[in-house]
């Protein structure tokens, strides 16, 4: 019974022990149980502070990549509005071009034809009046022509009655001058041989004098045609000398020498009374013109011009032209002192300077024009 009275306390002072080792460990356990939630809070903080900024950080670079995106779409956006204008302006100058191309082929392809229209005209015309001199001065050296062998027998019997007399004298009634003496003409082509006095020719004559007028024309040219006539015309009667002159001036048109063949003919029926009906034919045809030239002096009028080459060329026998250029023109209207003006529709003018300036009206064309009004 003391002994287990002696054992009791120290069974109490074990348990004791026991408990208290069991209080520290619960202790320990719930401290450290704090301890692992405090670090476990800590680390939730932590990770909630680091999600935040992560989140903020992430918002951030958000914000930034879209104001970047919006400044690059603003950049594109702009970029391609000026291509845009870019490309509507060059569509525009395109355009424009276009129809300034379209417009000159158009302009070009009216003045082409204005000018073949012009030509065609011109053509018309030099063919017409060639008809015109020719018929005429057919008609005149038929008329010639007839009037001769009506004054044929006359002449005959004039010429057998001095023939007559030269046989009782000795010498010729009439002394025939020799123009055509110390010329020169090819073999075959001297004149038919007439007595002194004798103002026609027998058929067979006539016949040979107009071969040879032919062969002179194509052997020697217009100068041994003329030198030819003369030699055969010298110291004959006015009709004679007419009617082969205007045989002369036929051969010379036919050999295309018009002309020539003009000057011959005026020549011959400067003095005939055929001249008249010749004059007053041409002139029926061609009233206007004939009738400016015969006030003239020199027969041709002065003309200041704006002329292509092929006008000018077309129009240089009948007229004294002064061409005028852009850059002279006043001192070369004060020397030449014209009596018309005129202006083509041309292409290029003298030397090419009047390019695209007589269509637009320069103020050079201008210029020219008002100082003719001036002055006439």
Not at 77 to 103: C, M, P, S, T
Request: glycine content about 6%; hydrophobic content about 40%.
């Amino acid at each position: 019974m003391s002994g287990k009275l002696r054992a009791q306390p120290k069974r109490a002072a074990r348990k004791a022990k026991k408990d208290s080792r069991a209080t520290a460990s619960l202790s320990r356990d719930k401290e450290m149980s704090q301890k692992a939630t405090a670090q476990l809070d800590k680390n939730a903080r932590r990770k909630s502070e680091r999600a935040e900024i992560l989140t903020a950080l992430e918002q951030a670079h958000r914000e930034e990549l879209e104001r970047i995106h919006l400044q690059h779409a603003e950049e594109i956006r702009q970029v391609e509005a000026e291509r845009i204008e870019i490309e509507r302006k060059l569509n525009q100058q395109k355009g424009f071009y276009a129809d300034l191309a379209d417009q000159y082929k158009r302009e070009a392809k009216q003045w082409t034809a204005e000018l073949l229209e012009a030509k065609d005209l011109l053509l018309r015309a030099a063919e017409e009046r060639a008809k015109i001199e020719r018929r005429f001065l057919h008609e005149a050296i038929q008329m010639l022509r007839e009037q001769h062998e009506q004054q044929g027998k006359v002449s005959t019997t004039i010429s057998r009655s001095n023939s007559g007399m030269a046989d009782h004298t000795g010498k010729p009634a009439v002394q025939a001058p020799q123009s055509g003496k110390g010329a020169v003409l090819p073999t075959g082509l001297d004149p038919i041989s007439l007595s002194v006095g004798v103002n026609a020719m027998t058929a067979e004559e006539k016949t040979l004098f107009e071969v040879r007028l032919e062969r002179a024309i194509k052997t020697g040219g217009v100068q041994a045609l003329i030198t030819l006539l003369e030699n055969q015309i010298a110291g004959r009667s006015p009709q004679f000398v007419a009617f082969w002159r205007l045989k002369a001036a036929s051969v010379a048109l036919a050999s295309g020498h018009v002309v020539d063949a003009t000057r011959m003919a005026d020549i011959a029926l400067k003095n005939s009374p055929v001249a008249f009906a010749v004059r007053g034919a041409v002139s029926a045809c061609d009233k206007a013109p004939v009738a400016r030239l015969g006030a003239l002096p020199e027969g041709k009028l002065t003309i200041a011009c704006i002329m292509d080459d092929f006008t000018l060329s077309s129009y240089q026998p009948e007229a004294v032209l002064h061409q005028l250029t852009p850059a002279n023109w006043k001192a070369e209207l004060e020397a030449s002192n014209p009596d018309l003006l005129f202006i083509e529709s041309a292409w290029r003018g003298k030397d090419e300077l009047w390019g695209n300036k007589v269509g637009h009206t320069s103020a050079e064309l201008q210029g020219i024009v008002a100082w003719c009004r001036t002055k006439h």
